[in-house]
């Protein structure tokens, strides 16, 4: 069963593949850290985690690589502007960004480098291109790439048709500029008084790598030379990953992603979801609102990757409802999400759910199929269709559980006496469920407590727990 995508270089559905017939080996652009992600790059990493579940869920194994921008101009200013090392404010924000990832049920990446951690690789990378003519140093000891001499430059932009041409280097260029310019863009940033302490030796002096060699640099050491996917939001198709192409097919000579996959932005009243508008939002703002991580995740997934998505808090409240209403099916038969390593690959009767995932990912098809085959279930299960039919439920159990993990929810059945859970209390109880499994005994007591003082009693069972209200 293949999952086929849309591809930004052909412009056409084409089957993911995996060249080395092991693994489908992807790199995904990861963030910058210099403050909490906001919910609209969440958009992009929550749909890309899916890819990765579509392939894993349908039998195929995956490397996965997401890098961390841990050095451009952002992480400087700021890091000066709070007056501490760059490496301790990187590290603060990395440690908040996998916080956010864990509670956005995100699979951890097989590879996660930094930019900080790889100076070496990408000074080599542009030594070669310098070697082969394809980059010049320039008198303040900046080095720059050449983009007259990629002449396939713009191939995956259609710069052409976008009618942007290159121009002359602007050698004061931020990160930010060179998003929006053809011209010939840096590779290696001479030091200047205002980066501070935050600089490294090469053989052109003292300086710090530009944005887009790191990204060629790591995949490639990763992956290798030519690798199967790689993937970002829709703003970085140019000038990032256009160049991307321009530096490492300039010293390699192949390929260098055979497939590109980018995800179309989260939008807040038609405008696109980022810092620069303040109109974002994060996992902790809307914790604080009591919306939870999971229906975030949920609301992400009601659009297709390749429109825009329109947020906004009645699609929250949305949420809620359709996941309470998951819980509900799970307390039909006493589903209990899996505790197995790995994640099921049998969908059984929820096939339909599968089929419109390998089709272009389409996550909205999939999630009205689901609640159409959970409704024809649970008519089932009040006929008493079921009963004595032990092989029958467990092919519902397991075809629920692949669809659960095709889509990274976690549901556990809603409470019994016919009281619906609360979603923010079940979401507790999992974290605590969480917690145990990682031995976390401490946090698990806080979360029992923090339960027990809204009035639910968890018990556990071999493979879940189950909730009750607590009695006085
Ligand atoms: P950054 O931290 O800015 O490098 O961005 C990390 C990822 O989030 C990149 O793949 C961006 O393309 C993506 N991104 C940024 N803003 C949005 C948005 N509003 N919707 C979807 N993806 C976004
Ligand atoms: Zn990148």
């Known amino acids: 069963m293949a999952l086929n995508l849309y591809d930004t270089m052909t412009r056409e559905v084409r089957e993911v593949f995996s060249m080395d017939g092991s693994s489908v080996r992807f790199y995904a652009c990861g963030p910058t850290v210099y403050g909490p992600a906001h919910i609209g790059n969440f958009r992009t990493f929550?749909?890309?985690?899916?890819f990765r579940r579509v392939l894993e869920t349908s039998g195929q194994k995956t490397f996965h690589v997401r890098n961390l921008t841990d050095v451009d101009d952002k992480t400087i200013r700021q890091s000066q502007e709070e007056g501490v090392k760059l490496e301790d404010f990187t590290d603060k924000w990395t440690a908040r960004f996998r916080k956010d990832c864990d509670l956005l049920n995100l699979l951890t990446p097989h590879a996660e480098p930094s930019a900080v951690g790889h100076i070496p690789e990408q000074i080599s990378l542009i030594e070669r291109l310098i070697e082969g003519g394809k980059a010049y140093r320039a008198n303040d000891g900046s080095v720059y790439f050449k983009v007259d001499a990629f002449p396939e430059y713009g191939r995956l932009s259609r710069l052409a048709d976008r009618e942007i041409t290159t121009s002359e280097t602007d050698r004061e260029s931020s990160d930010e500029y060179e998003r929006d310019t053809a011209a010939d863009f840096a590779l290696w940033k001479a030091r200047r008084p205002e980066d501070g302490e935050n600089f490294w030796e090469s053989p052109w002096g003292q300086g710090r790598p530009g944005w887009h060699i790191e990204c060629?640099?790591?995949?490639?050491?990763?992956?290798?030379?030519?690798?199967?996917?790689?993937?970002g939001g829709v703003d970085l198709i140019f000038p990032h990953h256009e160049n991307e192409i321009a530096q490492s097919e300039s010293v390699t000579g192949k390929i260098f992603a055979r497939h590109w996959f980018h995800i179309a932005h989260l939008m807040?009243?038609?405008?696109?979801?980022?810092?620069?508008?303040?109109?974002?939002?994060?996992?902790?703002?809307?914790?604080?609102?009591?919306?939870?991580?999971?229906?975030?995740?949920y609301v992400l997934l009601t659009g297709s990757y390749r429109q825009p998505l329109n947020f906004t808090f009645d699609s929250m409240k949305a949420a809620r409802k359709a996941l309470?209403?998951?819980?509900?099916?799970a307390a039909k038969f006493d589903f209990h999400p899996s505790s197995q390593d790995g994640l099921e690959t049998e969908f059984g009767p929820f096939y339909p759910v599968q089929e419109a995932l390998l089709s272009d990912l389409n996550t909205p098809e999939a999630l009205g199929r689901c609640f159409r085959l959970v409704r024809e279930l649970s008519e089932g299960?009040?006929?008493?269709e079921y009963e004595g039919r032990d092989k029958a439920l467990e092919e519902v159990r397991r075809g629920f559980q692949?669809?659960?993990?095709?889509?990274?929810?976690?549901?556990?059945?809603?409470?019994?006496?016919?009281?619906?859970?609360?979603?923010?209390?079940?979401?507790?109880?999992?974290?605590?469920?969480?917690?145990?499994?990682?031995?976390?005994w401490e946090s698990a007591d806080r979360f029992r407590d923090e339960l027990l003082a809204q009035g639910w009693e968890v018990k556990d069972g071999k493979d879940g727990f189950e909730l009750t209200r607590a009695t006085a």
């Open 324 to 329: 309470s209403k998951l819980g509900d099916f």
């Open 216 to 231: 060629s640099a790591m995949s490639m050491k990763y992956l290798g030379e030519s690798f199967d996917l790689h993937s």
């Open 268 to 297: 807040v009243e038609g405008r696109k979801m980022s810092k620069s508008l303040s109109n974002l939002h994060t996992l902790e703002e809307l914790d604080q609102k009591e919306y939870l991580a999971q229906e975030v995740r």
């Open 46 to 50: 929550v749909i890309q985690d899916v």
């Open 402 to 440: 692949a669809t659960c993990d095709a889509l990274g929810l976690v549901i556990a059945p809603s409470g019994n006496d016919n009281e619906e859970v609360p979603a923010e209390i079940r979401e507790l109880a999992q974290r605590r469920w969480d917690a145990k499994q990682e031995k976390d």
């Open 381 to 384: 299960f009040e006929r008493g």
